[in-house]
């Protein structure tokens, strides 16, 4: 289990890898990897829960929840966020040359072409950005990314969000927090 740093304030991010269990599905795997992190962070009782929309909450043994919690996983790692403040998204992916050929399924008009290092780049940003705006109906390719400013927006609104990339082992991890207006 690793803590990562983030730069930014009050908001941590923890990676572990998912261990191999031959016993376990893919996504039991994921969870009990989540769990393994939750329970590294937290030291009163919790449970993980969903939103109806899916989005993971965070609820405590007195019934309350924690503000801001984002997940997310690749193959062989698990990656959590706690914010304080502020609303967090976070996606954590390998590159892989499949980004290629589903690239016009997420890519908006204008962010065509590239390599597998920028598809990357657009893909865990607009993961990021979805988990962290919480908008229910979003389609990704409405998610509009700028990595020369680390920034996105979505079209048609005027919420816009701070983006910011980092290298893990073969992994790059995207975070995502709104910018205030």
């Keep these: 289990m690793t803590e990562i740093e983030t730069g930014l304030d009050g908001v941590s991010l923890t990676v572990s890898p998912i261990l191999p269990a031959p016993e376990l599905s893919r996504r039991e795997k994921e969870k009990a990897a989540v769990q393994t992190i939750l329970s590294h962070l937290i030291t009163q009782p919790f449970s993980l829960t969903h939103t109806p929309e899916g989005a993971p909450r965070l609820v405590f043994g007195n019934g309350q929840t924690a503000p801001h919690i984002s997940v997310s996983h690749s193959r062989l790692l698990a990656a959590v966020a706690l914010s304080r403040d502020i609303a967090i998204g ?92």
Excluded: C, M
């Design 90 to 181: 976070i996606d954590i992916e390998q590159p892989r040359p499949r980004l290629n050929d589903i690239a016009p399924k997420f890519l908006a008009p204008g962010e065509q072409g590239g390599d597998t290092n920028r598809l990357l780049r657009l893909w865990t940003a607009k993961e990021a950005v979805f988990k962290a705006a919480g908008i229910p109906g979003l389609l990704i390719t409405h998610i509009i990314v700028d990595t020369s400013s680390a920034t996105a927006s979505i079209a048609s609104t005027q919420q816009t969000f701070s983006l910011k990339w980092i290298d893990y082992q073969d992994h790059l991890i995207a975070l995502a927090t709104p910018i205030s207006q």
